[in-house]
């Protein structure tokens, strides 16, 4: 089964065995979503309760009960399985699920891969790699990303025309 890297844990929380986590995903309500954590060695946690503080997610696992358990976990990175994962809305995505696509332009040429996603505050920017070259970066609005085909393992997109003049 495939699984997906949530976070990572930093620190224990206080004295009975809270887990600082540092998330790896823009989602954070995942936590709170997920009824448990994997860890590298296969060993599942449930999560009893997790909430955001600061720029972590503080998680009370009922299998850590003290600082010392929660302390032997520092530094192992937590995951879940994907088909346990919520369903997004129609038109939203994992960022997992899109990386290594195939990236298409309107004439259907492969103009690179799909790498990234780097969220600006307003509209998120796809980061396409080409073959050779430097990345090509994309703002995500309808204008410019014409279709996200999960099943057919593809992603068309209109290049502003100053990139369609760069890469060829």
């Known amino acids: 089964m495939e699984k997906v890297v949530l976070g990572q844990i930093v ?3 206080g004295v009975r065995g809270d887990l ?10 995942l936590f709170s979503a997920m009824d448990y954590l ?25 299998e850590v009960t003290s600082i010392e358990m929660a302390e032997a976990l520092r530094g192992q990175k937590v995951a879940v399985y994907r088909e346990d994962m919520p369903e997004l809305p129609e038109g939203r995505y994992y960022v997992g699920d899109l990386i290594g696509l195939p990236v298409l332009d309107e004439a ?5 891969t799909f790498k990234d996603v780097l969220p ?3 509209k998120d920017v796809y980061v396409i790699a080409p073959p050779e070259g430097k ?3 994309v703002a995500a609005i309808p204008e410019n990303i014409l279709d996200i ?3 057919g393992k593809r992603i068309v997109v209109r290049l502003p025309q100053w990139d369609d003049e760069e890469i060829r």
Do not use: Y
């Not at 600082?20 to 309500?29: C, D, G, K």
């Not at 599942?44 to 009922?62: D, F, G, Q, W, Y």
């Open 149 to 151: 085909d999960l099943p």
């Open 11 to 13: 620190a224990p929380h």
């Open 38 to 62: 994997l860890l590298p060695d296969g060993r599942k946690l449930h999560i009893a309760s997790a909430r955001p503080h600061k720029n972590i997610i503080l998680v009370t696992a009922e």
């Open 120 to 122: 600006t505050g307003s």
């Open 108 to 112: 259907g040429n492969r103009i690179g």
């Open 135 to 137: 990345d090509i970066l």
């Open 20 to 29: 600082r986590i540092m998330p790896l995903t823009s989602n954070v309500q």
